[in-house]
C-alpha cells in the first residue's frame, strides 16, 4: 500500500477501505439535525494547505509556549523548593484526574461531529458548564480526602483553590470546539501563548513576594481564566438556551466513551505519581515530577500543536479512506522526525540539561531524566494514532485499547516502586515501550493503513536518529565533565541534530517530502471567502 521511489515515501492510489462494520459512535442519522441553523465546517478549496499552514503556525507558537514555560521552570525552580512542586504533583493528582472530565468530551465531539447545529451547541455548552460547576465542587468535597491520603494538611486549601479553574475551562470548552472545527488555528494559538504568558508572570511575581507554593496554584487558575476570556473574545458566539431532541444523545455517548478513554489513559501515565507520592513523600515526586515535566515537555508541545491541526482536518476526510490515509501518515511522520532527535538527545546530555534548566540542587533528577528519556519517542510514536481513532468516530475502539494496555503500564510500575525514583521511570519507560506494538496494532486496523505504511515512514526517522546518536555519544565522552555544562550542551545539541538532519533529508533522501511540506506553506492558493466558524 505504501511504496518508495528515491526512498520518498509514496501512498499507493489504489483505493483503501475502511471497515464497515464497525459502529462510529458520533454520529446518527436518525437523529433530526437539519432544521436548525447549522455550524457547517467552513468551506476549503484546499485543505492540504490549510492543514500544513496550520500545523505550521502551532507548532511555532508551542515552540514560544515551550521557551516561555522553560524560562519559567527556570526560575521558578530557583525560587521554590521541590517540596512546594512535590505539594503541588500531590494535589495534580486529584485536579489532573477530575480534568478528564472537564469538558465531557463534548468539545472532540463537536469537533469530530461531520455537521452541529446551533441547538445542539447550546446544549452542550450548558452541559458544560453544569460538569466544570461540579468537577470544581468535587475537587473540595475530596480536599480532606486528599490531605488524609498524603498526610499533608496543606493540600486542602490549594485543592480547594485550584478547583476553580474547572468553572472557566467549563464555560469555554465550546467556544474552543468552534475554533479548532473552523481551523481557526491562528486564533488558538495567540490564545494559547497569551495565556501562558500572564499565568508565568503572576506565577513568577508571587514566587518573588515568598508566597511559596501558592505562586504555583496561581499560575494554573490565572492561566485558565485568561484563556477562558480568549476564547469568548474570538468566538462572539452566546449560546442560547438548552433544547431536548435536537440530536445530541450520540454526541454525549461519544463524548462519554472519549472521557472514559482519557480516564484509563491518565491512570496509565500518572499511577505512578500517585504510588511514588504516597510511598516515598512529597520530596521523591518533586524530583521525578520535574524530571517527567521536563523530558516530556517538548514532545506533549509537539504533539498538542499537531493535534490541534491534525483531528480537525482528518475529521473532515473520515469517510475517504485514501485521504485519510494520506493526511495522517503526513501528520505522523511530522511529529515522530521531531521527536527522534529531542529523545536522543535527553538521553545523552541528562546532567547538562538538568543542571542548565533546574540548577545544581536538582542533580539527583538527573539519573531520572535519562530513564524517562525513552518515553518521549513512545510517546510520539503512540499518541497520533489516536488522531486515527477517534477522527473517525471509534471511541469504543479507543477505550479498548486503554483498557487492555493499562494494567501491563502499571505493572512495569510497581514492579520498579521499592527502588524510588530511578526503579519507577526505569519500570515506566520499559512497560510504555513494550505496548507501542499492541497499540499500533489495534489502532490501523480497518482504516486502510498497514505495517507496511507505518514502517516506511518511520525507518528513515529511526535509521538517522540512530547514527545521530553515536555521532551525540562520541560528543558526550569526549567532552562530559571535563568543560561546562553549556558549551558540552550546544556542541552536542548541534551535532544531534545535524547529523540527524542530514542523513534523514540527504542520505535518505527525504529531501523532497519536508520540500513539498514548506511548498505547501508559501503557496498562495486562492480561498473562496472567508473562513468562519458558523456558517448557515
Known sequence: MFRTKGNAPRVDQRPREASPGEPRVGESKAEPTTR??????????????ISVEGGLVTVCAQGARFVLQTATT?????????????????????????????????????????????????????????????????????????????????????AVVSGLAFVFSGLTAQHQALLMRGMRFSSLAKIDVLSLTVSSAAGIVMALLGSGYW??????????????????????WVPGLPRRKCGVPSMLRFGWMSSCNSVVVFLAWNSEKILLGRVWGADALGLYGRA??????????????????????????????NRLARSFLRGYSSLVSLTVPISISCALFAE?????????????????????????????????????????????????????TTPLVILGIVLGLSRGPQGVALGYSLAMALVVIPIAAWSKQGTGITWTDLWSVTKPLLLSGLLASAAGLIVKIALGGRFAPIPVLSVGLSLVFGVYAWVLLIAMGQRGVYADLLTQVFRRTHLDGQEPVAAG
Open 74 to 158: 527556570i526560575v521558578l525552580a530557583r525560587l521554590l523548593s521541590p517540596e512546594d512542586f512535590g505539594l503541588q504533583g500531590m494535589v495534580v493528582a486529584l485536579t489532573g484526574f477530575l480534568g478528564l472530565f472537564r469538558d465531557a468530551g463534548l468539545g472532540t465531539a463537536t469537533v469530530q461531529r461531520h455537521e452541529v447545529t446551533q441547538e445542539q451547541t447550546s446544549t452542550l455548552f450548558w452541559i458544560n458548564v453544569a460538569v466544570g460547576a461540579g468537577l470544581a465542587t468535587c475537587t473540595a468535597i475530596l480536599a480532606p480526602v486528599l490531605a488524609s491520603f498524603y498526610h499533608e494538611p496543606r493540600l486542602y486549601w490549594i
Open 215 to 236: 505562586a504555583l496554584v496561581g499560575m494554573a487558575v490565572v492561566g485558565s481564566i485568561v484563556g477562558a476570556a480568549g476564547a469568548w473574545v474570538a468566538v462572539p
Open 292 to 321: 517527567y515535566q521536563l523530558v516530556t515537555l517538548p514532545v506533549q508541545q509537539l504533539n498538542s500543536s499537531m493535534t490541534s491541526v491534525a483531528f480537525p482536518t482528518l475529521s473532515r476526510v473520515q469517510h475517504d479512506a
Open 352 to 404: 547538562e540539561i538538568v543542571r542548565i534548566v533546574l540548577g545544581a540542587k536538582w542533580m539527583a533528577a538527573a539519573p531520572i531524566f535519562r530513564l524517562l528519556a525513552p518515553t518521549a519517542l513512545v510517546f510520539a510514536i503512540a499518541n497520533p494514532l489516536s488522531w486515527l481513532v477517534l477522527s473517525t468516530g471509534r471511541a469504543g475502539r479507543a477505550l479498548g485499547i486503554s483498557m487492555a
Open 36 to 49: 436548525y441553523r447549522t455550524f457547517a465546517h467552513p468551506a476549503v478549496t484546499d485543505l492540504k494547505r
